[in-house]
């Protein structure tokens, strides 16, 4: 890191720094320039090191210069992580659809969803057995009876099922049927839920949190690595902004980004990214041209009795065209569906 | 609500909607105008009709015009509601203050810290045993160890004391403990959480998400009220803008705009809203100015050597520099420190 | 529109508004509800009732049901406009790619700059000859000399040329050079320049204000077609955000919400929506494959000696690999570079 | 500055950073870390070579650590900016309140708002001649007709007057009648008005761009300072966030940041950060509190019948009420109204 003190700063001032540092088992170069000086820090970057100098009247601030994350630095594995889930795999060549309802209903509409999305094309199964609702009195999710139709739909189809994990009371029972877990974006610093996630083995799918920079996603990531767990896959859904004709706003930039920035895997979900059935193609088809390795898509046989989420719901039959319309946008930038 | 039809909506277009209306139970008063439609929806509103009318091609949006939260509702005690801590009452005329560190690092730490924020007239202790921090590598707080500690100084001081929970499986050791529960900027849309913190009877201050709307925070609100706990204090905290001056942006017009929603306590954290010591007198200032039922400030026996937050703490003469200038700020709008 | 009374209202409370409404030649339908009343409001929607009424103590809020422009909405022209200029249409199949430096610097860098590009299979010169820069102390472009400059090169490479206007003053002398004019983020809602803008017959790229929704940008379309030039042309160059890994938030979203909303053509421009080079190859193609009418880039001869936007500039050969990699993309939605 | 080499980078990397520097007549210091580079710029910072730097593949980011702004700064007057129109001084202890209509709509009307808000205690008269509407076919304003409907109003009540310039074309005019000129918050970077304002010797009303950082804000000052016009009272009128319960989100942190970082006056609006008359007296309480420097408040004889703004006026009553109140909270913040 390098320390920028405040303009007017002593020698005396500097030299208090550079005891701080050296308590801190940091080394230190100064630069006095003509009207600031600014010291550059040797040693390992610790985060509290940077918060006590802050706290220093002298310094006015501190830049680090070193990504906060390791486990989940492109450098840690320049190839880039492949993540296989039920013979799928995510961050090669191919780019997998995971689609389905929002929620879980009953197992006749879970069925139906299951045989549409498959026949068209989709390799993982969605659907939400605990649903986080903004209010109390909307429907809550069919809790384990939801995963239990899961569990019978995936035997019938064969598609592995990615299903969302709402706290830490609830990740072994979610964990027991699901191959893949989801973090939603009002848990993307739900600390203790990432740990606990981070102590299994099962792959993970972490939503960006709607007002989450890219570091603090990358750090939430770093949560659930540094208990072990090395399967996560990055989704981006969209960001909140003072724009109002989409639900959110899908930052397609942040799928580069992440490829530059990450080795794992990165996916992008239109659906709540911006909430109308309308925009999940064009934005479907952007997120494949600009790198995401893969998708998830909302699907229901019947978007106006869906409980939740109908809106923004692609019926079977428009799923169908549009896995129709990517495979040649993948193709364009050499890569399949 | 109100429902829009999509412009060229037919007489059997808007006939459709009626019926689904009338499948919901609710009532309809068509009005034609020159170039849309427009429903008049008669009967208590739902919010899943509201969505499933949206998921319709036929409608172009749905306008809600009830607010979504009925407990927590100015309408539901118009008089306000008083919530008493030992001792200290919050929503009357007493604008009480919240003072302490970040984290609880030590008994001496604590115990100074204590006696320093009651000598300048801070009438609850704050602290943190479980800390929410972006790192999985930073201090994680001192946990049932931390507790214990704020029990003791409690005692030794007579302070009551709030302490922030960050899930569901320590809730009820938590619970056990403090006598004001808080709820953090990151857990704001913890459901699983809020229900569960509903479900006790301890006070509960309930951070506003950095991303979230007043409504949704008054949704929030609404889970924890909807359990049946009814000692809910909001606390504004600032919200993510693009502005980097500070860390975050203090929304103060939201305690007047709340003040006439809701019937609840309303408290301002400037330590958090500003993230810099240096505004945070200004900012309480202003926050006692616009209407704020309480202050909650950060204070450490010495911000240099802090574990976390020290950027934005007080010291102890700092804070009770401030707490004497409050006093006449409170007067000038009515209230007391 | 629609008028929300207040909670409580009463017959005379919402007679009071119904004879506004009269005043302003304004029809009602009155929707008495269990908690609230609506009036649904018969006859032209006119901006000045809607806020009158928001003045009445009477009323809680108005909800427009019409969009508030005309000549810009998709009703006006549902077949799309076509703007062609020097032999390049735009809004057609085609999507054609506007290439150059940020500012003009000098007539050598201008005619490397030009061949280049051409070579590559841009079909349009882009340049700056005035400078809208943060800084004062920063280089503010060549002004007439610039401009002089963009003529001899198009007349020497047969590229039309775009170039930007800062103000009213100046639009005469810019007009009597372009192409194309181009109207800039930080001028989306300089009125009187829209205004003058309108009265030319020039086209016209209208670059999407950094903080500014869908419907401004639409209004300040309207500004122009009001005034009788109906080539208008926008431009998506990213939002302000939280987010700081990019320049800008890239909204992608926005081109299949504009091609509903209006005729007109969208192009996007990766370069100042990203603010680094290495991220425009990728969401280039994202936009081509979201529907974008065409794509602005910046490319310099030397990117390390640019005036300014080194950073986001790409080499010639940069720009030109992309370019040959944009066609297959263009071809999988259906289209062609 | 100074400059964080890309991980990797090698001594000849470096070097060639450092020969670039030494083209733009800086010194270098050169600080090796275990992972990374960084050099410390010694001489006068440059944008352009910050720019020219960043565009090089061997550095990662350049980080500036001089304010951009010189003749804004607090350190070019560290004992503040009196600024004095008319007898009235800004950026001394009263803080003065600036009142009237949002438009001049006829002389009758300005007449009863002049005298009602100099009755309660304003002692400068605001009024719109010229109008920025988001809508073209919106009420525009009087232009010159309102400009001498304005003078003559300050012959009869002698207040000072404060109006809008919204270009070049018009400044001359605008100059010639009004004690202070307003640069609106969508021309705040429209550079060549705050080139030519900058040449004029009238104070001048800089409102913050709702979506600019407080250091883009300063910057447009310098535009004004740098022409020789000193004369720059800074306007705080909230910005543009997700929230929607205010029409922007006043931001009033922003004026002690503003106190810290420049010397001149500083002051708020709380009719434009607002949006809605019931938040104005709490917030213009909270803009005193935190030190604001001055008030801008709409007022308007019957807000009813506004041609604009008429939701966020206050009638005279309540602005002579709020007057009223205003007294003990300067009062109490050592300040007078």
Redesign the interface.
Known sequence: M?V?MR?GATPKDVNRVVE?LKAFGLGA?V?A????T?I?????RK??AA??L???DEVERV?P??A?YKLASR?ANPAGTLIEVGGVALGGNRVPVMAGPCAVESPEQMLEAALAVKAAGASILRGGAFK?????????GLEEEGLKILDAVRKETGLPIVTEV?????LELVADYTDILQIGT??M???????EVGRTRVPVILKR???A????WL?SV??IM?GGNHQVILCERG????????RN?????????LK?LTHLPVIVDPSH??GKW??VA??S???????ADGLMIEVHPR?????????Q?LTPQRFAGLMA?LG??A???GRSI
């Open positions: 390098v920028i303009t701080r170069n630069s320039g003509v009207e600031k600014v550059g820090v040797i040693g390992e985060g509290e918060e006590a802050e706290a220093m830049v210069i070193l906060p450098n986080p609702r903004t209010s109390p009195y909307s429907f809550q709402m706290d830490t009371r609830s009002r848990n610093q739900n600390f203790h839920l990432l740990r949190g709607m007002a920079t890219i570091e603090e750090m770093e949560y540094s960001i909140r902004t003072f724009e109002t004709a989409t706003t899908l930052d397609l930039s942040a799928v580069p980004v530059e990214g911006t309308k925009l064009p934005l088809k952007g997120a494949v041209a600009v790198g978007p106006e009795e869906a409980v939740s989420d109908g809106p719901s319309e040649p946008v193709a364009s930038v």
